[in-house]
């Protein structure tokens, strides 16, 4: 096991604290990254087996979602063990043995922390329901119902239905955001955030570098019971939940986003302060996201970075709809850090998302790597991965089985990698059968046949996340000059004594813009790149960046 001595050497934790900022995290969703162990699930020995494939793309980091034990209702986000790793991913010898790997290849490991609620099946809640009188009988948030045996208020679940669900035990209703199997932690109660902060140095101890925070808005509800505000339609949209889903017609004042929770994080803050460890918070909400992530990562004592959901969104971007995101984060989050990304292992990948020709997944892997803050990048996304098409038999997800065929879940993105071009598992596993069916689309995608080819995407992220490294403006300099002319968005970084002159042209046809002042030298040239700056004007093809640094 890897142990951590923060008293060690402060001069070189203090030189290495800052990590985090501008780092390209590498998202694993471990049921389907690779299998070891031939049952057709993925596990944590396979992520070490693999961690060379991680390591070359050149990124920072990984994040390994849920390993916990747990019931896997809701898939490790239903956790009944914190310090354990569910069997089916094999052990804490084996999540040592991967640490120790990260590490010697140079990648920090941050592990998905779900601490807003657990299982039904954790002990802490079945102590919990046993009475309301037992030591742990304030650890979840329990009500009474109104006089007429309602529940205590109008909140709604994210996976459908009311967000109470009443125990019989207990003669109360308790409080589930997610799936009735996942009860809400009562962050009212002392006792519970110390349990919470115990669990985040136990895996500190063990070598882990950050955390990434599941529904970090969602850990204080209102102590008050008040119901929630109706949404007028003209504000609802589907970012968070599907739009047949009614939890978007409510205004989330009462059931997360609460003030309170910002003592809770700079607790955290200061327990991992010691480790040099780094955090990115998940902030779900469809209206006040990036005021969230604002809030959440100001000053030097809360979260280092937050992302939100604008580019996870099914609306293809575009120039002026991302400039519109880089204003308001200017707006509401100058003092704070963003952690950007397009895909992740809850909504449909980006490929499919957004219906852009290759030329397009070129483009917006570079832009992701010139945009100010860290990014996270999802397994398969550096293959161009599209959304698999999962028969309704053949669903695993919770969510997609309850609003099909409307909404079909979440499977169709986690299904497992392709490693290479084998119709069993696209060597994923040995098995018969996989725990989703591998997509007979992306076989052709593999790793190996890119590998291969010089010309696959994979090079350009490779590329992508080279030049962001080579730069540092790119990685942690500032970024000003934020437009969109026509169809082209750009936007200048500066920082560590250089100025780049970044340009996308995010459209189907070509595009002129004009070059700012100055003596501009052409970047980025393995990433299709414009080579030719002489003039005042440029021009740029379909789905062509500009990258330039300007001449000293």
């Known amino acids: 096991m890897t142990k951590f001595d923060p008293m060690a050497a402060p001069a070189a934790l203090d030189k290495a604290r800052d990590w985090w900022r501008g780092a390209v995290i590498y998202q694993v969703y471990p049921r389907s990254f690779q299998d070891s162990g031939d049952d057709g699930v993925g596990d944590l020995a396979g992520i070490t087996a693999r961690l060379d494939h991680i390591a070359a793309l050149g990124v920072d980091a990984v994040w390994i979602s849920p390993f916990f034990t747990s019931p896997m209702k809701d898939f490790g986000y239903d956790v009944s063990d914190y310090r354990d790793v569910d069997p089916m991913f094999g052990s804490l010898a084996d999540f040592d043995a991967l640490v120790a790997r990260a590490h010697d290849l140079d990648l920090k490991v941050m592990i998905d922390l779900v601490l807003s609620h657990t299982s039904d099946q954790h002990p802490w809640f079945v102590e919990s329901r046993q009475s309301r009188d037992n030591p742990r ?296 059968r996989a725990w989703l069916p591998v997509a007979p689309e992306h076989l052709p995608l593999s790793v190996a046949a890119q590998e291969a080819d010089p010309a696959a995407l994979i090079h350009h992220y490779r590329r992508a996340i080279a030049l962001r490294k080579d730069h540092p403006a790119l990685r942690s300099g500032t970024h000003d000059g934020v437009r969109a002319t026509g169809p082209v968005l750009h936007f200048t970084r500066e920082g560590s004594g250089e100025t780049l002159l970044c340009a996308f042209n995010i459209g189907d046809a070509p595009a002129t813009l004009e070059l700012p002042k100055g003596d501009w030298i052409p970047v980025g040239a393995g990433l299709g790149a414009v080579a030719d700056l002489a003039g005042g004007t440029v021009s740029l093809a379909p789905w062509q960046p500009l990258l330039a640094r300007k001449r000293d």
């Not at 204003?327 to 990948?349: E, I, L, T």
């Not at 695993?396 to 909404?407: A, C, H, I, K, M």
Request: with cysteine; aromatic share 12%.
């Open 137 to 432: 009988a304030d650890w979840y948030v329990w009500a009474d119902p109104k006089p007429d045996g309602t529940a205590p208020t109008n909140w709604l679940s994210i996976f459908g239905g009311s967000a109470w669900q009443w125990d019989p035990r207990r003669e109360q209703y308790y409080l589930h955001n997610f799936l009735v199997s996942q009860p809400d932690l009562n962050f009212h109660e002392p006792a519970v955030q110390d349990a919470l902060l115990d669990v985040a140095r136990f895996w500190l101890e063990r070598g882990v570098d950050g955390f990434r925070l599941d529904t970090i808005n969602f850990y204080v509800h209102d102590a008050e019971l008040r119901d929630n505000p109706p949404l007028p339609p003209e504000q609802r949209n589907a970012t968070i939940a599907p739009s047949v889903n009614p939890y978007n017609h409510q205004e989330h004042l009462y059931d997360k986003n609460r003030p309170e929770n910002l003592a809770f994080l700079r607790r955290l803050r200061a327990v991992m302060e010691p480790y040099g460890a780094a955090a990115v918070g998940e902030v779900g909400d469809a209206q006040r996201g990036l005021e969230i992530l604002g809030e959440y990562t100001a000053g030097d004592d809360l979260m280092q970075m937050c992302y939100a959901f604008e580019f996870l969104s099914s609306t293809r971007p575009d120039a002026a709809g991302i400039a519109a995101v880089l204003h308001r984060v200017d707006a509401v989050a100058a003092d704070g850090w963003p952690c950007w990304a397009f895909s992740n292992h809850d909504v449909m990948r980006h490929a499919s998302r957004w219906r852009m020709p290759p030329e397009g997944l070129r483009l917006m892997a570079t832009l992701l790597m010139c945009l100010r803050g860290s990014a996270c990048i999802y397994q398969g996304e550096e293959l161009g991965l599209p959304e698999a098409d999962v028969a309704f038999e053949d669903l695993q997800d919770p969510y997609g089985v309850e609003f099909w065929p409307e909404f079909k879940g979440r499977d169709g993105c986690r299904t497992p990698m392709v490693w290479t071009g084998d119709n069993r598992n696209g060597g994923f596993s040995q098995a018969d």
